[in-house]
């Protein structure tokens, strides 16, 4: 008994400033259940949307990617399949919204990525999707009256409009090639997830260049200076990117 009086206490055994450590999980899983049912329940019902467009559009989604490949998305080849085009465009960018909402979602929680989002404060997941999903419709919607201003201001609506179809086939095919990737993303964890998300980059980094290329060769082809050019890529490009990516940056 007298030897259970006597128990050294932490302060005298450690020092002062010593503390215990706070048992128990963090509030904060890096995991998917932390983001609830919910979450996994939108993120399958998207994954089978997607997988569903691609099966049942294989040979328009075959014929986007080597489109994509070869440069000529602004040839007349396009208008072999305008319909079916249009209509994979209208689901791929419905469901790429989708995709880059539960994406902002998922990397919220994501180790060695939750960090970007510092900025948003203690938002939720749920949360920072919304914002996710408002801020890319709004950016969208900013690029098409711009784009429709600089049609008007210039006279050159046809040039506008092939910009404008070149900027909604390189997004669908993007979200084309991304929809494996994204799946993993969305529904894995750990290292299966960081490497999906590593190849997304990869894959968005190639579009971004291939659509670089695309809109140089448009300029010059309609007569434009690279003047022009450059305007272009900085008022209706990165502008409003860096709008859109401003709170992860400076996080």
């Not at 963090?26 to 569903?52: E, H, P, R, T, W």
């Not at 995709?99 to 998922?106: I, P, T």
């Not at 711009?146 to 050159?156: D, F, P, Q, W």
Request: glycine share 6%; hydrophobic share 55%.
């Amino acid at each position: 008994m007298e030897e259970l009086s006597n128990i050294i206490s932490a302060e005298e055994l450690f020092g002062a400033a010593s503390r215990l450590a706070e048992q128990g999980f963090d509030a904060k899983l890096s995991n998917i259940a932390s983001l609830g049912v919910l979450y996994q329940i939108a993120a399958g019902i998207v994954a089978m949307a997607s997988i569903f467009v691609l099966i049942k559009g294989s040979d328009i989604v075959r014929h986007l990617i080597i489109l994509s490949v070869n440069g000529k998305f602004s040839s007349s080849d396009t208008h072999i399949y305008s319909s079916e085009i249009k209509n994979i465009e209208i689901y791929t960018s419905i469901i790429g919204i989708l995709f880059l909402s539960l994406c902002a979602m998922r990397l919220s929680i994501l180790e060695g990525a939750e960090g970007l989002f510092s900025q948003l404060g203690a938002l939720p997941s749920w949360g920072i999707g919304g914002v996710a999903l408002c801020g890319i419709c709004i950016t969208i919607l900013l690029e098409l009256i711009m784009l429709y201003a600089a049609g008007v201001a210039s006279e050159r609506h046809d040039a506008c409009n092939a910009i404008w179809q070149i900027k909604q086939l390189h997004f669908s095919t993007t979200i084309i090639l991304l929809s494996p990737m994204l799946i993993l993303m969305l529904l894995s964890e750990g290292v299966v997830a960081k490497i999906a998300l590593y190849i997304s980059v990869a894959i968005c980094s190639v579009s971004l260049i291939l659509f670089i290329k695309e809109t140089f060769l448009l300029f010059r082809a309609q007569r434009f200076s690279i003047f022009h050019w450059i305007l272009y890529l900085c008022a209706l490009e990165i502008f409003p990117l860096s709008l859109l990516l401003a709170p992860i940056v400076r996080g």
